[in-house]
């Protein structure tokens, strides 16, 4: 199995789901060893990686593929490895591969620009790669198809979750300790993930904005998220907007799962106005959280939540702004989301990821 690696402490969706894969597959009876890609051109002790190194490089291993396809195989003594992200090559043992999304070929302009004509051609090979697919969502099964030309019988949905911690009672004295730590008063509007286009960020501080002034002072719009490609213009208006006195708080550099958890606790309502998501985790850690959270209605995020939030039509700054202001004031609906959050989150547990993950491995055995 390929380890993330570290980049200034934080890791993003693929190595969350990597780390908690790691965590629960030996409690699913599997023997699990960690490798790493080695990194081409990294200085040393730039990127931290956990695990054993792989044999050689992915461009390495990609090159020599494409000039020899028939008789390449990278040797793994491995019964099955499973590679998490999209960098995927022959192997001696069968492969299982996560695709998280279709998101770089079907919306390039929201992601890194930097040489991403070649990275979805190399994606695109890759994927073929695989023995067999494993997608976070049904959502996503058609636009991996459409996308990468995965065959359908070759997909099993398995859906990403929480750990239980995440269910249980946690130290009040410590959350309220976390809070103030970073000037917070509880009840706030919180968005969770990466700076960037899709994840919808500036539509969300509009709809803030439109909100009367006693309930934007009351309840603070608290962003945590590290900056993330093409967020310049948001960045730029987060300071803005802060520059002008409102009660916006933007924490970038929040690495520990603990704070996070209590950042989650302290908030009022959740707020994932996201334009695509393959799975979208940040909405089941709230759901955990009994907190009532207002979620687009587009891409695999309806599927998530299956009514247990409060939906909108992402590219309506109206429609959010009329959801937060329900969540933050209707008693009723702030009930009816958190018990019904609640509940589904109970459904979706990394513990049963890592379930459904073996039954994965063990059918591509028996094939």
Same mark, same amino acid.
């Given at each position: 199995m390929i380890e993330p690696g570290l980049t200034g402490g934080r890791l993003d969706?693929?190595?969350?789901?990597?780390?908690?894969?790691?965590?629960?597959?030996?409690?699913?009876g599997c023997s699990v060893q960690p490798y790493s890609?080695?990194?081409?051109? @990294? !200085?040393?002790? =730039?990127?931290?990686?956990?695990? /054993?190194?792989? %044999?050689?490089? *992915?461009?390495?291993?990609?090159?020599?593929?494409?000039?020899?396809?028939?008789?390449?195989?990278?040797?793994?003594?491995?019964?099955l490895f499973h590679v998490t992200d999209y960098r995927i090559v022959r192997m001696d043992c069968p492969v299982v591969a996560t695709l998280?999304?279709?998101?770089?070929?079907?919306?390039?302009?929201?992601?890194?620009?930097?040489?991403?004509?070649?990275?979805?051609?190399?994606?695109?090979?890759?994927?073929?790669?695989?023995?067999?697919?494993?997608a976070l969502s049904h959502f996503a099964i058609d636009e991996l198809v459409e996308c990468f030309g995965v065959k359908r019988e070759r997909v099993s949905v398995v859906y990403c979750g929480v750990d239980e911690e995440w269910l249980e009672p946690a130290d009040e @004295? !410590?959350?309220? =300790?976390?809070?103030?730590?970073? /000037?917070?008063? %509880?009840?706030? *509007?919180?968005?969770?993930?990466?700076?960037?286009?899709?994840?919808?960020?500036?539509?969300?501080?509009?709809?803030?904005?439109?909100?009367?002034?006693?309930?934007?002072?009351?309840?603070?719009?608290?962003?945590?998220?590290?900056?993330?490609?093409?967020?310049?213009?948001?960045?730029?208006?987060?300071?803005?907007?802060?520059?002008?006195?409102?009660?916006?708080?933007?924490?970038d550099r929040v690495t520990e799962a603990t704070s996070l958890r209590h950042?989650?606790?302290?908030?009022?309502?959740?707020?994932?106005?996201?334009?695509?998501?393959?799975?979208?985790?940040?909405?089941?850690?709230?759901?955990?959280?009994?907190v009532p959270v207002v979620a687009s209605n587009a891409s695999s995020l309806p599927e998530v939540t299956r009514g247990a939030a409060l939906e909108v039509d992402p590219h309506d700054t109206g429609a959010l702004a009329d959801a937060l202001r329900i969540l933050a004031g209707d008693a009723r609906e702030r009930a009816r989301c958190i018990a019904a959050g609640r509940a589904r989150a109970e459904q979706l547990t990394w513990h049963a990821t890592a379930r459904q993950t073996a039954d994965v491995y063990r059918a591509v055995l028996s094939q």
């Open positions: 969706g693929i190595g969350v789901y990597t780390r908690a894969l790691l965590r629960h597959l030996p409690r699913a890609w080695p990194r081409i051109g @990294a !200085a040393r002790g =730039a990127d931290i990686s956990i695990g /054993k190194p792989l %044999p050689q490089s *992915f461009e390495r291993a990609s090159l020599v593929d494409l000039a020899m396809p028939a008789a390449h195989r990278v040797h793994m003594p491995a019964d998280h999304d279709a998101l770089p070929i079907k919306y390039p302009e929201w992601c890194n620009p930097r040489l991403r004509s070649v990275k979805n051609w190399l994606q695109r090979k890759a994927t073929a790669k695989a023995d067999h697919v494993i @004295a !410590a959350v309220a =300790a976390t809070l103030v730590g970073y /000037k917070l008063h %509880p009840g706030y *509007f919180l968005t969770v993930g990466t700076l960037q286009p899709r994840k919808n960020v500036e539509r969300l501080l509009d709809a803030w904005l439109m909100l009367p002034k006693q309930l934007r002072d009351e309840r603070a719009l608290v962003i945590v998220g590290a900056r993330g490609w093409r967020c310049e213009a948001l960045v730029a208006r987060i300071e803005e907007v802060r520059a002008a006195g409102e009660n916006l708080v933007w924490l950042l989650y606790l302290g908030a009022g309502v959740f707020a994932f106005p996201s334009l695509y998501e393959g799975f979208g985790i940040p909405v089941v850690e709230a759901f955990a959280s009994r």
